[in-house]
């Protein structure tokens, strides 16, 4: 009798490897979409929308299709517009960020007057996190890397190891952003601070994604409040946003486990029953959810 086949090894590479598949097309067309501009001398903006549009989002949604289904399409874009989550988490997302990095600003002695006075600032706040930063950029970047990426890690892994895991490459797709500055001791402590606070800020999103039953569009606006945030004109330095970040993911893990218990995933095997009914809806052999990295 010929052995029997082990059907996790059949079909395409995408289906039996997607976040491999999905990695090797993210990280390559990143990397050509970012060197490009840095060694032709162009703009960087219009590139910055095909890592996106193209090496992003497009390998996601590529290897979605691959290994779900055009069902699996639909599940991953419907997750980019699921809203239906509590006002607290709202809260927590649209306004943790700027109220934390203002009210640090303010205890040091580093808060200011905006030029433009403070309705002026809550206005641009607003719009480049739910605007121009959520809309145009960071709901689609996220989609590839919290909605396809660390979900089907967190699937596989947990919460802690997804999203260390996840870090990895998103740091590594910035590379040529810093190496276009011209190697120096400031890009090196960009590019080490980056790397050092990717795992910390991958973890708060992986909590906002257990918590609102994985939801793209939470992650999207809180990776926008955290990109407008740092550039508030009421702050005078940097640092503040850093740490900023740092408490906003300590104290909401604290909250959640003081206060989650029976009504949120808690525990590596909750979290990868979470993630597997958001990355593949009646799924139960969590072993087979993914490759892993």
Request: hydrophobic letters at 55%; zero cysteines; charged letters at 15%.
């Amino acid at each position: 009798m010929a052995p029997r086949s082990d059907p996790s090894r059949g079909g395409s590479p995408a289906r039996r490897r997607p976040v491999t598949v999905f990695l090797v097309l993210a990280l390559g067309l990143g990397w050509a979409a970012l060197t490009i501009p840095v060694l032709a001398g162009l703009p960087m903006e219009p590139f910055l929308l095909v890592l996106t549009y193209v090496a992003l989002l497009g390998s996601a949604l590529l290897v979605t299709r691959l290994a779900d289904g055009p069902g699996g399409i639909r599940r991953l874009l419907g997750r980019a517009f699921a809203w239906r989550f509590g006002a607290g988490r709202w809260a927590v997302i649209l306004l943790g960020m700027p109220v934390l990095t203002l009210a640090l600003a303010a205890a040091t002695g580093s808060l200011r007057t905006p030029p433009d006075g403070w309705a002026a600032e809550a206005g641009w706040y607003l719009f480049n996190t739910l605007v121009f930063g959520a809309l145009v950029l960071n709901l689609w970047e996220e989609t590839a890397w919290g909605g396809f990426l660390q979900s089907r890690l967190t699937a596989r892994h947990g919460l802690a190891v997804a999203a260390a895991l996840t870090a990895l490459p998103f740091a590594a797709v910035h590379l040529p952003l810093y190496l276009a500055e011209g190697w120096s001791a400031e890009t090196a402590r960009n590019l080490a601070l980056l790397v050092l606070l990717a795992p910390v800020y991958r973890y708060l999103l992986g909590l906002h994604l257990l918590d609102t039953g994985g939801s793209v569009l939470a992650i999207g606006i809180q990776h926008a409040a955290w990109n407008a945030a740092g550039s508030l004109g009421a702050v005078e330095g940097e640092w503040q946003v850093i740490v900023a970040v740092l408490l906003l993911t300590l104290l909401l893990a604290l909250e959640r486990h003081l206060r989650g218990r029976g009504t949120r995933p808690l525990g590596r095997d909750a979290e990868r029953r979470a993630a597997a009914a958001w990355t593949a809806p009646g799924r139960t052999d969590l072993t087979s959810a993914d490759d892993g990295a």
